[in-house]
């Protein structure tokens, strides 16, 4: 039965009109994994030297097993924020003669095999096997291994229950943060008493059973709560859900892009999808604390324009990049309306100046490393206002992914909306504040640098109407393709 599945699945995946973008995706995601895999199985096998070197006088098993409390804490956060949990169709399954346990322990199995698991097992397995060569007791060192393999799948399992929980995620992450904030200035060390859990752990193998007992725990409850709702009544009821009106008539003074505007606010604030993309635009404006703060990135100017821009340009990087996707279950609807192409441009080029406005006002305690980086910080706003947002717009044109506005899939692995070609047409905005800045600056001066960066975002306000009539001219011509490709849902 498994196996019949599993070609099930194949059969689906082969035969959907998003087969060739699905089988790019997977090729790009493979690399992705063959990378990361290799970077943990040398951090892992790396380890052990490390530990010893830094801290000689410290066993370096009882160094990780002292730490093991924020491994399990950022594991969890993690996974909760980028692990996409697996998914099948299963209301066909419901009304032929298949067991249900069948099918909800193939949909278990099926998150066994997340690369998150895996890149846990990357890590710890060198370091066991240096261990081992060492002369570590074996036995002691292989149940230590079992029992944290046990506990990196029991958070997958604890991660499927929470998943549609933001408030489990928010507590775990500042949980974390004011752990490593307390143990960085030494006033509670939550290390030593969890790590003296994980010792005892390592120092009696026997209590490997209590990690493999809560796995299995997890499971089972993971288990009950699926086949609670694996009904066929559950699967094809509407439920209601009550909706808070909110009064947008203030909008009305944008004339007649207001309507459109309005819808934007309210798919934002009542979707679920649009919530999580906004919310990671937010953490784009932390971006520049990993550049401003390193000697080494403030002596490399061109990358300094690189993170000034990404700064204030959150929003039109994630939720900018996904229109007209936003819109797909009623953009038929959209298009059957005597309303204008470009006016509905427009107001998705409105909506992402404001964003910029916003995060730009936002970023303005960046003043703190000096006039200088945050001039280039204003220089890369009006660079995202006058550029990045037709650059944007037009990535958009050959977007035809539909998005399910209210699905869990996680902000970042959630790959609806994604194209090879919108993606090489995004490569722009990345490289061009670069090129516009080094180039003055390498010739002239810094300050050249950041006056033609400014300047390029100005000639692209002034030219506003010439960019959107081109732009819509090729939505306009794809118009027709984009609604069939919105009309089929994966």
């Known amino acids: 039965m498994i196996k019949r599945f599993l070609s099930l699945e194949w059969k689906q995946f082969t035969r959907a009109s998003y087969f060739q973008k699905g089988l790019a ?50 594991n969890l956060a993690i996974r909760f924020f980028m692990q996409q949990l697996p998914v099948m169709n299963i209301k066909p399954l419901m009304i032929i003669p298949i067991k249900r346990n069948i099918v909800i322990h193939y ?14 097992l990357f890590i710890f397995l060198p370091f066991t096997v240096v261990l081992l060569v060492k002369g570590y007791p074996p036995v002691n060192v292989l149940f230590c291994f079992l029992s944290i393999m046990c506990i990196n799948m029991a958070l997958n399992f604890i991660n499927f229950l929470i998943n549609k929980n933001n408030t489990v ?78 009064d947008l008539t203030w909008m009305n003074r944008f004339g007649s892009i207001a309507p459109f505007l309005k819808n934007d606010v309210k798919l934002i604030s009542r979707n679920a999808r649009p919530k999580q993309v906004v919310m990671m635009s937010f953490f784009f404006l932390f971006y520049g604390l990993f550049f401003f703060t390193s000697d080494v990135y403030r002596e490399m100017p061109a990358i300094l324009a690189f993170a000034s821009m990404f700064i204030t340009g959150g929003f039109l990087m994630t939720f900018g990049q996904l ?58 706003a009006l660079f995202n206002i006058g550029l990045n947002t037709f650059i944007t717009l037009l990535g958009g044109a050959l ?31 990345l490289v061009l504040p670069m090129i516009l800045f080094y180039v003055p600056y390498k010739l002239v001066s810094f300050n050249a640098g950041l006056i033609v960066l400014a300047l390029s975002g100005v000639l692209g306000i002034v030219f506003k109407n010439f960019f959107l009539n081109k732009i819509e001219r090729i939505y306009q011509k794809g118009k027709y393709k984009t609604i069939a490709a919105f009309a089929e849902k994966k």
């Open 169 to 246: 995620f928010y507590a775990i992450a500042s949980t974390l943060v004011v752990l490593i904030g307390l143990e960085y200035y030494d006033i509670f060390k939550i290390s030593e008493p969890i790590g003296l859990v994980f010792n005892t752990l390592y120092t009696n193998p026997y209590l490997a059973v209590i990690s493999l007992l809560l796995m299995a725990g997890l499971y089972k409850i993971n288990f009950n709560y699926v086949r609670k709702g694996f009904y066929l009544d559950d699967a094809v009821s509407k439920k209601a859900e009550k909706v808070n009106t909110t």
């Open 399 to 429: 977007n035809r992914v539909p998005i399910e506005l209210n699905t869990k899939a996680k902000a970042f692995s959630n790959t609806n909306g994604f194209n090879l070609t919108q993606m090489l047409i995004g490569l722009p905005k």
């Open 323 to 380: 229109v007209p996707s936003w819109d797909s279950e009623y953009y038929k609807l959209f298009m059957s309306q005597n309303i204008s192409y470009k006016k509905y441009l427009e107001s998705k080029w409105y909506l992402m100046v404001v964003a910029v406005a916003i995060s730009f006002v936002l970023s303005t305690p960046y003043i703190y490393f000096g006039w200088e980086i945050f001039g280039m910080i204003a220089a890369g």
């Open 107 to 120: 949909l278990l199995g099926k998150t066994v095999i997340s690369f998150f698991n895996f890149i846990s």
């Open 25 to 74: 995706i997977k090729i790009l995601m493979f690399f992705a994994v063959l990378y990361f895999g290799g970077m943990a199985i040398l951090m892992g096998g790396a380890m052990f030297f490390i530990l010893k070197k830094t801290m000689p006088e410290a066993d370096p098993i009882e160094t990780v097993n002292n730490f093991m409390i924020y491994w399990v804490l950022a």
